[in-house]
C-alpha cells in the first residue's frame, strides 16, 4: 500500500516560515493535500490539490508537490499556527486514502 | 453553512456492534461522497471509508473491510457507519466528512475532506 512519510515535530520561531515535507513514492503524480489539525479539534483543510487554499484560509499557507516529496510552507509563523498537520492523497491504485503520520508544529 | 454533526458513539464490549450517525445539513447532500475517519486516542488520522453521493459504489480501509459498514440515506441527509465485531484498536474518535475532488476523462483524480463534523468518541473495553 502507498505511504506517506512526515517527520515527527518542525519547530520555527515567530515571524519565520515553516516547512513541512511529506515524503512518497513519486508523489509528484498525485495531487496532495493538508489538513490543519488544533488540539482537541476536528481538522480542518488548509490546502487541497496540491496548491489551492479554501476561501478563509490566509495567504501564508502555501503547498508544492514535486518528485518524492509534496511541501507545507507557512510563512510569518504565528504562535495560533501550533498544530498537527497532516498530508493526505488518494491512491488511485487501491481506491484508497492515505494519510501521512502528521506533523506537530511547535512555535518557538 | 455546512453543518455535520456525529453521534451514536459509546462505549462497547469487544466482539460488540455500534451504529454512528451523521447529520447533514448546508448542502446538497445527495449530491456528495461522504467519507469516515477516525483518530485513535494520541494517534494520527486513519481513513475509514467512503460512499458516493447515490451511495451506489463504497470502499473500506483493510483494517475495517468486510466488519464496518458504510451507508447513506438520503432522503434524511444522514451518513451511517455501523460497526461490527469491534476491537480494542477500533478505540478512537470517528470523524464524518464531506468529500470534495474531481475526475478527468479516465476516472476519478483525486478527493479531499472540505468540511469535517466534530468527530464522536467510539471506546471498545470490557
Known amino acids: 500500500s502507498y505511504l506517506l512519510t512526515q517527520p515527527p515535530s518542525v519547530s520555527v520561531a515567530p515571524g519565520t516560515t515553516a516547512t513541512i515535507p511529506c515524503g512518497g513514492n513519486?508523489?509528484?503524480?498525485?495531487?496532495v493535500h493538508w489538513y490543519q489539525q488544533m488540539p482537541g479539534q476536528a481538522p480542518l483543510l488548509v490546502v487541497y490539490?496540491?496548491?489551492d487554499r479554501p476561501s478563509g484560509i490566509p495567504e501564508r499557507f502555501s503547498g508544492s508537490n514535486s518528485g518524492n516529496t509534496a511541501t507545507l510552507t507557512i510563512t510569518r509563523v504565528e504562535a495560533g499556527d501550533e498544530a498537527d498537520y497532516y498530508c493526505?492523497?488518494?491512491?488511485?491504485?487501491?481506491?484508497?486514502?492515505?494519510f501521512g503520520g502528521g506533523t506537530k508544529l511547535t512555535v518557538l | 453553512e455546512v453543518q455535520l454533526l456525529e453521534s451514536g458513539g459509546g462505549l462497547v464490549q469487544p466482539g460488540g456492534s455500534l451504529r454512528l450517525s451523521c447529520a447533514a445539513s448546508?448542502?446538497?447532500?445527495?449530491?456528495?461522497?461522504m467519507s469516515w475517519v477516525r483518530q485513535a486516542p494520541g494517534k494520527g488520522l486513519e481513513w475509514v471509508a467512503t460512499?458516493?453521493?447515490?451511495?451506489?459504489?463504497?470502499s473500506y480501509a483493510d483494517s475495517v473491510k468486510g466488519r464496518f459498514t458504510i451507508s447513506r440515506d438520503n432522503s434524511k441527509n444522514t451518513l451511517y457507519l455501523q460497526m461490527t465485531s469491534l476491537r480494542a484498536e477500533d478505540t478512537a474518535v470517528y470523524y464524518c466528512?464531506?468529500?470534495?475532488?474531481?475526475?478527468?476523462?479516465?476516472?476519478?483524480?483525486?478527493?479531499?475532506?472540505?468540511?469535517w463534523g466534530q468527530g464522536t468518541l467510539v471506546t471498545v473495553s470490557s
Open positions: 466528512g464531506k468529500d470534495d475532488g474531481y475526475s478527468d476523462s479516465s476516472g476519478p483524480v483525486t478527493s479531499w475532506v472540505d468540511y
Open positions: 490539490d496540491d496548491d
Open positions: 493526505q492523497v488518494w491512491d488511485s491504485r487501491s481506491d484508497h486514502w492515505v
Open positions: 448546508g448542502f446538497t447532500f445527495s449530491s456528495s461522497a
Open positions: 513519486n508523489i509528484g503524480a498525485n495531487s
Open positions: 460512499i458516493t453521493g447515490s451511495g451506489g459504489s463504497t
